[in-house]
């Protein structure tokens, strides 16, 4: 199945919107568009994106990554990628267009998958 992602309150919306821009098949769905900018706990994002399916993308290596094994404990979830905020803007845009172009959602389940 093809990946569809989720983006956190926190994702830099340059990236998101450069994504969907670049290659317009990619479902990336915006924190506000699922209202998830109204400072909605980790948690809650967790449960929302694994009820749609959608990988959440996120830069918070500072607590989702306890929130989503405490989550991953309880019930599946599609996965988490984390992307670095040191990162450039354009490796950020380019290591999610590949991982939505090589790879299926299937290989993502309750696993963090971090772009460095």
């Known amino acids: 199945?093809?990946?569809?992602?989720?983006?956190d309150?926190?994702?830099?919306?340059?990236?998101l919107h450069a994504v969907k821009r670049i290659n317009p098949q990619i479902d990336f769905q915006t924190a506000p568009e699922r209202?998830?900018?109204l400072?909605?706990?980790?948690?809650?994002?967790?449960?929302l994106a694994a009820a749609e399916g959608r990988i959440l993308v996120s830069h918070d290596f500072k607590t989702m990554p306890d929130h989503f094994a405490e989550f991953i404990a309880?019930?599946?979830?599609?996965g988490v990628i984390l992307i670095s905020q040191k990162l450039s803007i354009r490796k950020a845009i380019d290591g999610l267009l590949l991982?939505?172009?090589a790879s299926e959602a299937e290989e993502y389940?309750?696993?963090?998958?971090?772009?460095?």
């Open 35 to 37: 209202g998830l900018h």
């Open 1 to 7: 199945m093809k990946i569809r992602f989720q983006a």
């Open 74 to 78: 309880k019930q599946t979830s599609p």
């Open 99 to 101: 991982v939505w172009e």
């Open 39 to 47: 400072g909605v706990s980790d948690d809650e994002v967790l449960k």
């Open 109 to 116: 389940v309750d696993r963090i998958y971090r772009i460095t």
């Open 9 to 15: 309150n926190d994702c830099n919306e340059h990236i």
